[in-house]
């Protein structure tokens, strides 16, 4: 990420625009130059072009976020930009091994973490106010209480699974950030997310993972997970006192609901990933 996007949104004109859309003309033609790619050169050339395009979007996003502002939010905003970029430029430097495919892996992390903060500065007030809530929310996964980090869940790899080179820790899951939601039940505050996994495009034995967990916490504790889905897309999330109602779409191109009470359970969100595999994709 370059370090020159806080200078360069300082010196420019706060100025009235549409809201910036992620699906331009110019990220899809990045997206299927990816997806053409024969070798890995030009995978790794693909995903860095992406990465650069991503980069533009969030310096347009933060720009019209900023014109929305009064000035002492303006400033907020711009001082949480800067420990945002300074803390992903980190993480974004973090190995993901030796093999030739790590630098399209980095530059796949690297767009993914831009599309993410992209969501956040333009979902409405209420969805980022909800995501804010939920960026460190405690998760259960494998029998242990993990917390989300800026909305990812990063696993520590076993020790018997590594290998020379490889990263020690890995990010495999993080919150789909439009579909987070925040209802007050009574006394109560109950927050919603959507957890998905995030493997950069990889297939390991088991495929693609493409399940979903429909979670809520209840005043700030981890209260209930539903695995929802698998190669499904969410359309959409409502969240009311009287329940949750999930919209999608299957992979036949049927379009459904389904109904969520606000009832406990102590079930794990479930996410596959290469040190389990225990998720059955077919």
Same mark, same amino acid.
């Given at each position: 990420? !370059? ?7 300082? *010196? ?76 992903? =430029? ?10 030739? *495919? ?22 409405? #007030? /209420? ?7 939920? !960026?460190?929310?405690?998760? !259960? ?46 006394? =109560?505050?109950?927050?919603?997310? #959507? ?7 990889? #297939? ?11 979670? *809520? ?10 695995? *929802?889905?698998?190669?499904? #897309? ?14 999608? !779409? ?16 102590? /079930? ?11 998720? =059955?994709? =077919?």
């Amino acid at each position: 990420m !370059r370090k020159e996007l806080i200078g360069f949104l300082l *010196i420019l004109c706060a100025g009235c625009a549409p809201v910036p859309q992620w699906e331009t003309a110019e990220r899809l033609a990045a997206e299927s130059e990816l997806e053409n790619a024969s070798t890995q050169v030009e995978m790794t050339s693909a995903s860095g072009g992406m990465a650069a395009q991503a980069e533009k979007q969030l310096a347009e996003a933060l720009d019209w976020k900023l014109s929305t502002l009064s000035r002492p939010e303006r400033r907020a905003l711009l001082l949480e930009q800067f420990h945002w970029q300074r803390l992903m =430029d980190r993480r974004n430097a973090e190995p993901m091994g030796n093999g030739s *495919i790590a630098p399209m892996l980095q530059s796949l992390r690297e767009e993914a973490r831009l599309e993410n903060r992209f969501k956040e500065l333009t979902a409405p #007030v /209420e969805v980022q106010r909800a995501f804010v809530a939920l !960026r460190e929310a405690p998760v !259960r996964f494998q029998g242990k209480m993990l917390s989300l980090d800026f909305g990812e869940l990063n696993l520590e790899i076993p020790k018997e699974k590594l290998g020379e080179g490889m990263p020690e820790s890995e990010t495999i899951a993080q919150l789909n950030i439009p579909l987070c939601r925040e209802v007050t039940i009574g006394a =109560d505050c109950f927050l919603v997310g #959507v957890i998905e996994p995030t493997n950069y495009n990889v #297939v390991s034995s088991f495929g693609l993972g493409t399940e979903q967990n429909l979670c *809520i916490w209840k005043n700030g504790e981890f209260f209930a997970s539903h695995l *929802i889905g698998r190669r499904l #897309v969410i359309l959409g999330v409502k969240a009311s006192p009287e329940g949750i109602e999930l919209s999608y !779409r299957t992979r036949e191109g049927e379009f459904l609901k389904k109904r969520y009470s606000w009832k406990p359970n102590s /079930e794990s969100i479930l996410i596959n990933h290469w040190t389990t595999e225990k998720i =059955d994709l =077919d």
